[in-house]
C-alpha cells in the first residue's frame, strides 16, 4: 500500500470520519502508472473492487467524452445547435441557437435544473425519479435565449446533452455509454441506475449522520448528469485512459476533452474542457476534476498527467451544507471534497 495515503488516513480525524458506522469510503491513486487502493475498515468486509458506488455529477464527464466521441465519428459537431436533433424543436428560438458547446460547458444560460423540475417530485429524497421526455420538452420549449451567456452550472444543461446525443445514436443513455466507453475501456462494472450491475453489489447509501437513504434513480431524460454507478476499480481504469497520452481509439477524444473551451476566471488559470474542470497550478502544469454527490453518495475525481497522479474517492455517505459553506468561513468539517483537497495538496508536493 502507497505509505502517503496509508499514513494520511491514519490521522485522527480523518480516521473517525472514515470509519463510522455504516461508511464505506474507498480511496484510489495511480502515481506513475502503479494503482493503490485504501479503505476503511468497514469496506474490508466487502469485496471492494466491487462494491459499486453512485459517482454522481462525475457522470457529466462521461456525458461529455461521449459527445467528443461522436464528434471524432462525425456523428455530430460541437456547433450544432439543439434544434437538429429534435426537429419538433425547430420554432424554438433557444433550440434554434444554442450549440451543443454551450451545453457542456455550461454556458447555455440554463439554471440548475428545470424549470418544471419541482412539480415532478414525489420522493423528495430521490427527486429525478419521474422527470421524464415530455417534461424536458415543455422545459426547453419555454427557455428563450440568453445572449453572452457565462459559466453557470447546470445539471439541466447536462441531462438534456446526454438526452439529445443518445437519442441521435437511437439507444438509451446506459447503452450509449456502455459501447463507447465502457465496454472499450474494460469498465465492466459501470452503468446507469437502469442497468443490471449484477457483477458487483450496489452499496446502500447514507446521508452524513448516517440516515439510510434511497439510491438516486434517473430516466435517460436526465441521467447524462448524474446517473452513472461504478467500482473503484472501474474509476481507476477510467482515470488510467485519461493519464496515458496513447489510447486510441479513446485517445483522441479523451484528449479533446481535456482542453480549455471556456476561460471561467482566466486570471486564476481556472477553466472547463468537455466536463471536466482544469486549474492551471504555480508550477504550469494542469489538474483536471470533478465531484459528484446525491443525498447518500459523495466522490470526487482529480489527476495531473504532468504529474503522472490520478485520484479517485468514493463514498456511500452525503455532505452536509456544512462540508460546502465551511471552508468559506473557516471551518473545518470533513467531506470527500475536504479530503481530495488535503491529500492532493500532499500527493502533488511529494510529485
Not at 439554471?111 to 422527470?131: C, E, S
Request: hydrophobic share 35%.
Amino acid at each position: 500500500m502507497d505509505n502517503a495515503i496509508a499514513d494520511f488516513m491514519s490521522e485522527k480525524r480523518i480516521h473517525r470520519w472514515a470509519n463510522l458506522p455504516t461508511h464505506h469510503l474507498t480511496v484510489g491513486l495511480i502515481r506513475k502508472s502503479k494503482r493503490t487502493i485504501w479503505t476503511g475498515r468497514q469496506s474490508m468486509e466487502t469485496d471492494v473492487k466491487k462494491s459499486i458506488y453512485e459517482i454522481g455529477s462525475i457522470t457529466k464527464t462521461l456525458t461529455g467524452l461521449l459527445l467528443a466521441i461522436g464528434e471524432q465519428h462525425g456523428m455530430w459537431s460541437r456547433s450544432d445547435r439543439l434544434s437538429a436533433f429534435v426537429p419538433e424543436w425547430s420554432s424554438n428560438s433557444f433550440a434554434n441557437q444554442t450549440t451543443l458547446l454551450e451545453l457542456v460547458t455550461h454556458t447555455a444560460g440554463l439554471p440548475d435544473v428545470p424549470g418544471n423540475f419541482r412539480a415532478t417530485i414525489t420522493d423528495r429524497l430521490n427527486p429525478y425519479a419521474k422527470y421524464d421526455d415530455a417534461r424536458l420538452t415543455e422545459a426547453v420549449l419555454s427557455e428563450s435565449p440568453k445572449k453572452n451567456s457565462k459559466h453557470r452550472y447546470s445539471n439541466y444543461g447536462f441531462g438534456l446533452l446526454g438526452w439529445l446525443l443518445s437519442r441521435r445514436l437511437g439507444t438509451g443513455l446506459n447503452e450509449a455509454l456502455a459501447g463507447r466507453i465502457f465496454q472499450p475501456l474494460g469498465m465492466a462494472d459501470s452503468g446507469t441506475g437502469t442497468s443490471r450491475q449484477t457483477a458487483g453489489q450496489l452499496l446502500p447509501v447514507f446521508n452524513s449522520k448516517g440516515k439510510p437513504m434511497p439510491h438516486w434513480d434517473f430516466l435517460d431524460t436526465l441521467g447524462g448528469a448524474g446517473a452513472v454507478r461504478s467500482t473503484v476499480d472501474d474509476m481507476l481504469t477510467y482515470l488510467e485512459a485519461h493519464l496515458t497520452r496513447v489510447d486510441p481509439p479513446l485517445g483522441p477524444a479523451i484528449a479533446e476533452c481535456l482542453q480549455e473551451h471556456y476561460a471561467i476566471m482566466p486570471g486564476r488559470g481556472i477553466g472547463i474542457g468537455f466536463g471536466w474542470m482544469r486549474f492551471r497550478e504555480k508550477d504550469g502544469t494542469i489538474t483536471h476534476w470533478h465531484n459528484g454527490g446525491t443525498y447518500g453518495s459523495s466522490s470526487f475525481i482529480t489527476f495531473n498527467r504532468e504529474k503522472e497522479l490520478g485520484l479517485v474517492i468514493l463514498s456511500n455517505h452525503g455532505s452536509t451544507i456544512w462540508s460546502q459553506l465551511a471552508p468559506l468561513i473557516g471551518i473545518q468539517v470533513m467531506s470527500v471534497d475536504h479530503l481530495a483537497s488535503m491529500l492532493t495538496k500532499k500527493l502533488f508536493m511529494e510529485s
